[in-house]
């Protein structure tokens, strides 16, 4: 076995994707995650809204690398690193050296400085964030059944979705068609039609990344299921009571962040430059500048395209970087001259509406409504790892499709702390 030592930090879209790609290469592989779970973040909206169970969207890390002898899979945090050293310091206090080092720690959502409003309003990064959030949506419903106090009930049965990114889209759609379709049959007191949802968006339209008629597009069918879309007015308070926002309040028991982006602090570890929501800025070889044996990729660093435009922080553009450093790495190894910089390619941008409608964003060609959902649908169910999930996510969608029925309604926390916080600031992706 070859001593030459690569650690990939991160088992999400980018880490996963290095590894794979590094396969016969003659380097020894340490992957480490905080988490045992690699996850499909694209379909995270459905397991927070009790479309898909989590186990359908996560796959054990270890499981995937199990015919892969030369990659070891290690649960651990990464605490900080010592570039002279060429060391991690992991959470129990042990350290891991490395040749070669992969950083591909990803990003939360952030709240603009005010880190406060986060148990009011918890964002989807984690599998720990959809379920906390399905209790809490389940929940509202629970106890509006019960509550004889017409304000009360009323707070309870409105549904907060700050940011109309895609994930703010298909929050918002998906609860609608919950409380329209799948729950009102289930309650006696309560009729869950009459749940205001409201999407709440500082910008002037709905996703923003998106062609414009295709932005007009989203709204018009958000609002044909229901959901109250305000634009234009940032949200200036997040509490117990609800939100603040152009000066009124709305009284909502649940809120959910989908806006803003915060890198995990790769770049604090290593003292190097980062943009303003911290992401490493490296050189078009996915280096960090100064240390050749350092890549960052995926949402944790920023690099940009020959046209002055950042590669945005999406799932294939993680993956391609991923491809990239394995190929810088495979090329180093033999000897042979250096790659070409980093090039981005960009498929197009996604986003559904409910079950029924997506718009799809290719630039040459954009496609809106049925059709763009199936093409979406396919397109999740082909990246999913593994024949089981497949089969289970399509049976589950053609069910919802058919039935409108979600089988996933299960209320797993009951107040407290957030689940699942990590250890650094909170963002969302550039999808948020
Ligand atoms: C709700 C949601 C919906 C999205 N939908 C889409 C979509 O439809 N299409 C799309 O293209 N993109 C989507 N994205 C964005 C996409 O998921 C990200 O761009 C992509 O996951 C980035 O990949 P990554 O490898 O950089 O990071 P991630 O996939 O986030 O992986 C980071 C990994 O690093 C691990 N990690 C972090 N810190 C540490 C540490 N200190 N020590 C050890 N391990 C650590 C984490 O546990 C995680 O496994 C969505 C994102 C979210 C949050």
Same mark, same amino acid.
């Given at each position: 076995m070859s001593a030459h030592h690569a650690v990939v930090v991160g088992a999400g879209f980018g880490g996963l994707e290095a590894v794979h790609r590094l396969a016969g290469a003659p380097v020894r592989i340490t992957l480490v995650d905080r988490r045992n779970h690699h996850l499909f973040q694209p379909l995270l909206y459905q397991a927070a809204t009790a479309s898909l169970a989590p186990s359908e969207i996560a796959w054990p890390i270890r499981h995937l690398f199990r015919?892969?002898?030369e990659v070891t899979t290690l649960l651990a945090s990464v605490e900080s690193i010592d570039k002279e050293a060429r060391e991690l310091h992991l959470d129990d206090g042990s350290t891991l050296g490395y040749d070669t080092l992969v950083l591909a720690t990803g990003a939360r959502h952030a709240y603009f400085g005010h880190d406060a409003w986060e148990p009011f309003a918890p964002g989807l990064k984690t599998l720990e964030d959809a379920t906390t959030i399905r209790s809490r949506i389940l929940l509202a419903f629970e106890e509006a059944e019960r509550q004889s106090d017409e304000r009360k009930r009323a707070a309870l049965m409105t549904f907060v979705i700050v940011g109309a990114g895609p994930t703010g889209v298909e929050l918002a759609g998906t609860i609608a068609e919950l409380a329209r379709?799948? /729950? @009102? =049959?289930?309650?006696?007191?309560?009729?869950?039609?009459e749940a205001r949802i409201v999407l709440i968006e500082a910008?002037?339209?709905? /996703? @923003? =990344?998106?062609a414009e008629d295709l932005s007009i597009y989203a709204k018009r069918s958000l609002e044909r299921l229901g959901v109250e879309v305000v634009l234009g007015q940032p949200v200036s308070e997040c509490s117990a009571d609800g939100v603040v926002f152009g000066g009124k309040s709305l009284a909502a028991a649940t809120i959910i962040w989908a806006a803003g982006v915060q890198s995990s602090p790769a770049a604090q570890w290593l003292d190097a430059p980062a943009d303003r929501a911290g992401r490493l800025k490296v050189e078009?070889?996915?280096?960090?500048p100064g240390h050749p044996e350092i890549f960052a990729i995926g949402d944790a660093a920023i690099v940009f395209r020959s046209d002055g435009r950042p590669v945005p922080g999406i799932a294939p553009a993680a993956k391609q970087e991923g491809v990239y450093v394995a190929n810088v790495i495979r090329a180093r190894l033999r000897g042979a001259p250096a790659l070409p910089p980093f090039r981005y390619s960009h498929a197009g941008d996604l986003a559904t509406i409910g079950k029924r409608r997506a718009v799809i964003d290719f630039g040459w060609i954009k496609l809106r409504g049925a059709l763009a959902w199936w093409l979406w649908g396919f397109a999740h169910i082909y990246f999913l790892i593994g024949v089981r999930n497949r089969l289970s996510v399509a049976l589950n969608w053609l069910w919802i499709y058919a039935r409108?029925?979600?089988?996933?309604?299960?209320?797993?926390w009951r107040g407290g702390e957030v689940e699942g916080t990590a250890p650094f600031s909170r963002g969302d992706s550039d999808r948020s």
């Amino acid at each position: 076995m070859s001593a030459h030592h690569a650690v990939v930090v991160g088992a999400g879209f980018g880490g996963l994707e290095a590894v794979h790609r590094l396969a016969g290469a003659p380097v020894r592989i340490t992957l480490v995650d905080r988490r045992n779970h690699h996850l499909f973040q694209p379909l995270l909206y459905q397991a927070a809204t009790a479309s898909l169970a989590p186990s359908e969207i996560a796959w054990p890390i270890r499981h995937l690398f199990r015919r892969r002898p030369e990659v070891t899979t290690l649960l651990a945090s990464v605490e900080s690193i010592d570039k002279e050293a060429r060391e991690l310091h992991l959470d129990d206090g042990s350290t891991l050296g490395y040749d070669t080092l992969v950083l591909a720690t990803g990003a939360r959502h952030a709240y603009f400085g005010h880190d406060a409003w986060e148990p009011f309003a918890p964002g989807l990064k984690t599998l720990e964030d959809a379920t906390t959030i399905r209790s809490r949506i389940l929940l509202a419903f629970e106890e509006a059944e019960r509550q004889s106090d017409e304000r009360k009930r009323a707070a309870l049965m409105t549904f907060v979705i700050v940011g109309a990114g895609p994930t703010g889209v298909e929050l918002a759609g998906t609860i609608a068609e919950l409380a329209r379709a799948t /729950l @009102p =049959a289930d309650f006696r007191r309560i009729d869950t039609r009459e749940a205001r949802i409201v999407l709440i968006e500082a910008g002037p339209r709905v /996703l @923003p =990344a998106f062609a414009e008629d295709l932005s007009i597009y989203a709204k018009r069918s958000l609002e044909r299921l229901g959901v109250e879309v305000v634009l234009g007015q940032p949200v200036s308070e997040c509490s117990a009571d609800g939100v603040v926002f152009g000066g009124k309040s709305l009284a909502a028991a649940t809120i959910i962040w989908a806006a803003g982006v915060q890198s995990s602090p790769a770049a604090q570890w290593l003292d190097a430059p980062a943009d303003r929501a911290g992401r490493l800025k490296v050189e078009r070889d996915l280096t960090v500048p100064g240390h050749p044996e350092i890549f960052a990729i995926g949402d944790a660093a920023i690099v940009f395209r020959s046209d002055g435009r950042p590669v945005p922080g999406i799932a294939p553009a993680a993956k391609q970087e991923g491809v990239y450093v394995a190929n810088v790495i495979r090329a180093r190894l033999r000897g042979a001259p250096a790659l070409p910089p980093f090039r981005y390619s960009h498929a197009g941008d996604l986003a559904t509406i409910g079950k029924r409608r997506a718009v799809i964003d290719f630039g040459w060609i954009k496609l809106r409504g049925a059709l763009a959902w199936w093409l979406w649908g396919f397109a999740h169910i082909y990246f999913l790892i593994g024949v089981r999930n497949r089969l289970s996510v399509a049976l589950n969608w053609l069910w919802i499709y058919a039935r409108d029925q979600r089988s996933a309604r299960l209320i797993t926390w009951r107040g407290g702390e957030v689940e699942g916080t990590a250890p650094f600031s909170r963002g969302d992706s550039d999808r948020s």
